[in-house]
């Protein structure tokens, strides 16, 4: 074997993964973020460079295995990595092609955005303790040839595979623009049952549930002398599910009143301890719904009451609400996804 040879290719390999695979976990992170039709879908972007890494796995196993050959140690970082990239590539077209929930006791997505942050942990640590120092040929026209060559082989990839899904009617082909799948639309005893990380569905007694505003405080019966509207929203779950449903509640703004208009944010807190803070703009596009389909909330949707967040992500649909309060800090003092 040409030692000097394998050593230009593992250097490419190598900087074409730590290239790809932070591009990979920063388009999977957005894609689960936004809950608009913008003109870029990360869903894409990512789907692309994950075909990208596909195509260049073989040639990083071939780098692994010289390497064994050649020193005659055990298996380490690029094997633990190769093996969750693996994971992650192959737990994503499982729930792209086929609609896949659950891989054993956790979703497919967990096992997919799981592997996938494991790898960049991997990645990073295997890059700090073995530094490189970039060279100008990293960047000469042979290699940016190479790169344009793989991008375009794992574009024309997707759309064939894209097209493929359309033809033969995969569920693949009817994903939204987040990369979801429908499930249950406007018949909420369907819709499937899911919480954030470690939020179980509370046992809440309607006959003692509050809800703090501010400084007042509704009962249920309180609640229900509100006016009430209909509207048709999309929750997409985190979880790679979406689902429609005529939602009934309250706009928050009609629901707080004139008080909250010169404030900075509304925080809205669960039961569960769980909490998102939104702009105080928004309350005109929030409601605290307490019915779906035209019938009381199930426990696990939110009973008594949740929020209905249009055009945001699942995560921001805070369930089993008891309190809506002013706070006066911007909403974006907060984590983009919820620790807890």
């Known amino acids: 074997m040409d030692v000097t040879r394998s050593r230009p290719r593992s250097r490419r390999i190598n900087l074409l993964l730590a290239f790809a695979l932070p591009v990979a976990i920063v388009t999977g992170l957005w894609a689960n973020g936004i809950g608009t039709n913008g003109s870029v879908h990360p869903s894409v972007v990512h789907g692309v460079v994950g075909l990208s890494i596909v195509l260049a796995a073989p040639w990083k196993s071939l780098v692994v295995r010289r390497s064994w050959t050649r020193t005659g140690t055990k298996p380490g970082a690029s094997s633990v990595l190769l093996f969750l990239v693996?994971?992650?590539?192959?737990?994503?077209?499982?729930?792209?092609?086929?609609?896949?929930?659950?891989?054993?006791?956790?979703?497919?997505?967990?096992?997919?955005?799981?592997?996938?942050?494991?790898?960049?942990?991997?990645?990073?640590?295997?890059?700090?303790?073995?530094?490189?120092?970039?060279?100008?040929?990293?960047?000469?026209?042979?290699?940016?040839?190479?790169?344009?060559?793989?991008?375009?082989?794992?574009?024309?990839?997707?759309?064939?595979?894209?097209?493929?899904?359309?033809?033969?009617?995969?569920?693949?082909?009817?994903?939204?623009?987040?990369?979801?799948?429908?499930?249950?639309?406007?018949?909420?005893?369907?819709?499937?049952?899911?919480?954030?990380?470690?939020?179980?569905?509370?046992?809440?007694?309607?006959?003692?549930?509050?809800?703090?505003?501010?400084?007042?405080?509704?009962?249920?019966?309180?609640?229900?002398?509100?006016?009430?509207?209909?509207?048709?929203?999309?929750?997409?779950?985190?979880?790679?599910?979406?689902?429609?449903?005529?939602?009934t509640g309250i706009r928050l703004d009609h629901l707080l009143g004139p008080d909250f208009d010169q404030l900075r944010s509304i925080r809205v807190t669960s039961t569960t301890g769980y909490v998102r803070t939104f702009p105080v703009r928004d309350a005109s596009r929030l409601w605290l719904a307490v019915a779906a389909g035209g019938a009381s909330l199930s426990p696990g949707h939110g009973f008594p009451a949740r929020l209905v967040a249009p055009d945001r992500r699942g995560f921001w649909w805070v369930k089993w609400v008891v309190s809506i309060e002013p706070v006066d800090r911007p909403w974006w003092i907060q984590l983009p996804f919820p620790a807890s």
């Open 86 to 247: 693996m994971v992650t590539v192959v737990s994503g077209l499982l729930h792209s092609v086929t609609g896949l929930q659950h891989i054993g006791p956790l979703t497919t997505m967990q096992v997919h955005i799981g592997a996938g942050l494991l790898a960049g942990a991997v990645l990073t640590s295997h890059v700090l303790r073995h530094p490189v120092r970039p060279r100008r040929t990293d960047l000469d026209r042979r290699n940016l040839v190479r790169l344009t060559a793989l991008s375009t082989a794992a574009l024309v990839t997707w759309l064939g595979l894209e097209t493929a899904w359309a033809a033969v009617g995969s569920p693949g082909s009817r994903r939204r623009f987040t990369g979801s799948h429908e499930r249950g639309s406007f018949v909420p005893e369907r819709m499937p049952v899911t919480s954030w990380l470690n939020d179980a569905i509370p046992d809440v007694d309607p006959d003692r549930w509050k809800l703090r505003l501010g400084r007042r405080s509704l009962s249920l019966v309180d609640l229900e002398s509100y006016p009430t509207q209909d509207l048709s929203a999309v929750l997409d779950c985190t979880s790679g599910w979406y689902s429609e449903q005529v939602w």
